[in-house]
């Protein structure tokens, strides 16, 4: 079973011998790059999911209101949570947070670690997902798909046929869904309690009233005219939409959802390492990169570790749902009192009780914690976790200590997590048993582990890594603040992030 790889390691030492030859003739057994050329072959691989799609720049109008948007905090119910309070372009794409904080925070524009909420626990159930391509993802949003495209078809993105949200029932397309799928997304963090909303905001309102209510505080009309004297949000919105129709009509909660749609199209960053090698430059990736790509593609029969299974494609996700049964770590979904099924809370199957959506892994190296509930600060933990997870979860702290946010501040992992975590075991168990898992148990040597992390690393684009390539995703002092409601965001230290 080791054979395989073995060769392949004798042929990447040969091949670093022959600068750059591609076969061993001998017998011929292949290279590393030979070997995961033929990988990417038979995937059918080009390296960029992006390809053939439209998508703006940041430059784009309404990308740029998009951008006001989502940094405003007028889009929460009380003013103190903007998307970006979540969703930090420095903090790639996400708030480095195992679990999230939005309402109520103690410092409003302290982002990442550091973050807190007056409570014992954060509030919000799940991990936040990165925003960075999002504009890929063709079938389901959210990490329980309840954002989903009912044509599903490649490339869309959700347009050209219907969506369903939740403000509708599975399987119904959403009439107020807007174009794509994260327009309709865009719609559902303003009406979350725990995100933006808050308690006290359009209390006895539905998710309709709340959105309205929005809309005239940013228009300036209605019965909210009065909340945010001085706006300027109309002269950008007749910019954006190059409109010159009344805020009535023009700054609706549709088109603002429209708008932070459109910034988050813009943020697609797919130019790693991995793209420029799948597109012929050998010297992209390291030996040990091009190894551990050998181990993620390779099934476990191949002496591999089989991640392709689910993290297929060019955007590395299937696109399903699957229980790998990562901790449960959060407050939940209120699933059987306080847990979180995933995406059985959405359709009631049985085998989909704990699965959650299949991430993308590009730019992997800046969106942790990893797993729904964040339960992982590293990749090695998350690998790691993949190959065993019931010896995972065995040497899992529940209580503090294993994780940044729960490091002794005075915030707690919920205290039934242990049990949780061991009922989505229990479920990938009896899912093995009977032919119904893909993620099988795999014994890996430690350099190939740390081959397949240095390869995990290989699938980021420089630019999220780097302030000065990100400054077009952040607002600058010179930038319009049409409310002066702009979340500013520092880290734990004070410095602007
Ligand atoms: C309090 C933190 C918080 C705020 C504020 C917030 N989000 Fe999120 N966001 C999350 C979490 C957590 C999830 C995952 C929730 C789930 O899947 O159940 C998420 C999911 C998403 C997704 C889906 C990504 C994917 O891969 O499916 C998008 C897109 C998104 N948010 C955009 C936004 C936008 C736009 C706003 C502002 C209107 C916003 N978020 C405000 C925390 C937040
Ligand atoms: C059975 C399908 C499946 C297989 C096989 C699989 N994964 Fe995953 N992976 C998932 C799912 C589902 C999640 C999300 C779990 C959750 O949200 O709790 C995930 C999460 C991850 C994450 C965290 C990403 C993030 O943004 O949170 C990484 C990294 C990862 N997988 C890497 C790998 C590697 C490396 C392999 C091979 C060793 C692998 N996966 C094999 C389904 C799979």
Not at 36 to 47: D, N
Not at 200 to 215: I, K, M, P, Q, T
Not at 273 to 286: H, I, N
Request: proline share 5%; charged share 20%; with cysteine.
């Amino acid at each position: 079973m080791h054979t395989k790889i073995i060769v392949a390691l004798g042929a990447a030492a040969l091949l670093a011998a022959c600068d750059g030859v591609a076969t061993r003739g001998q017998g011929g057994e292949s290279s590393v790059d030979a070997a995961l050329h033929a990988e990417i072959q038979a995937r059918g691989l080009s390296g960029d999911p992006g390809a053939g799609r439209q998508l703006p720049g940041i430059d784009d109008p309404l990308a740029q209101l998009g951008m006001q948007l989502f940094f405003s905090k007028a889009l929460g119910g009380d003013s103190d949570a903007a998307c970006v309070s979540c969703h930090h372009p420095m903090l790639g794409g996400g708030d480095d947070l195992s679990l999230s904080i939005g309402v109520g925070a103690v410092d409003p524009d302290l982002l990442g670690p550091g973050r807190r909420h007056p409570g014992a626990q954060p509030t919000v159930p799940r991990n936040a997902p990165t925003t960075f391509n999002t504009a890929l993802w063709d079938q389901y949003l959210f990490l329980d798909g309840r954002v989903e495209s009912l044509g599903k078809e490649a490339g869309m993105a959700g347009r050209g046929s219907g969506i369903r949200t939740p403000d509708v029932a599975l399987g119904s397309a959403d009439p107020a869904a807007g174009i794509d799928l994260l327009a309709a997304q865009a719609r559902f963090p303003v009406t979350s309690m725990e995100e933006m909303r808050g308690e006290h905001f359009e209390a006895s309102g539905n998710n309709a009233d709340v959105r309205r209510h929005l809309a005239e505080r940013l228009g300036g009309y209605g019965n909210a005219q009065a909340e945010l004297p001085g706006s300027q949000w109309l002269t950008a919105f007749r910019a954006a939409f190059g409109s010159d129709e009344p805020a009535e009509s023009l700054i609706t909660y549709a088109n603002i959802a429209e708008a932070l749609a459109a910034y988050q199209r813009s943020q697609t960053f797919v130019a790693t390492p991995w793209r420029d090698y799948v597109q012929g430059d050998t010297s992209a990736l390291d030996d040990q990169q091009k190894r551990g790509a050998l181990v993620f593609f390779r099934a476990p029969e191949a002496g591999g570790a089989g991640c392709a299974s689910c993290h297929s494609g060019d955007f590395f996700t299937d696109e399903d749902f699957h229980n790998i049964a990562m901790p449960q770590i959060g407050p939940g979904k209120g699933d059987d009192v306080d847990g979180d099924f995933g995406r059985y809370r959405e359709t009631g199957i049985a085998a989909e009780r704990f699965a959650f959506r299949t991430p993308t892994l590009l730019n992997v190296a800046v969106t942790g914690p990893f797993g729904h509930a964040g339960a992982y600060d590293s990749l090695r933990e998350t690998v790691l976790h993949h190959l065993d997870a019931h010896s995972a979860v065995a040497a899992f702290h529940f209580g503090l200590g294993q994780l940044d946010q729960f490091d002794g501040n005075g915030e707690q992992i919920y205290p039934r997590a242990r049990a949780h975590t061991e009922a989505a075991l229990d479920h990938l168990q009896a899912a093995r048993g009977s032919g119904d898992s893909r993620l099988p148990v795999v014994t890996l040597a430690t350099r190939d582990v740390d081959a397949l992390v240095a390869f995990l690393e290989a699938l980021t684009d420089p630019c999220v890594l780097d302030r000065q390539c990100m400054t077009a995703w952040i607002p600058g002092d010179a930038s319009p603040d049409p409310d002066g409601q702009r979340l500013n965001a520092v880290n734990r230290f004070g410095d602007r992030l």
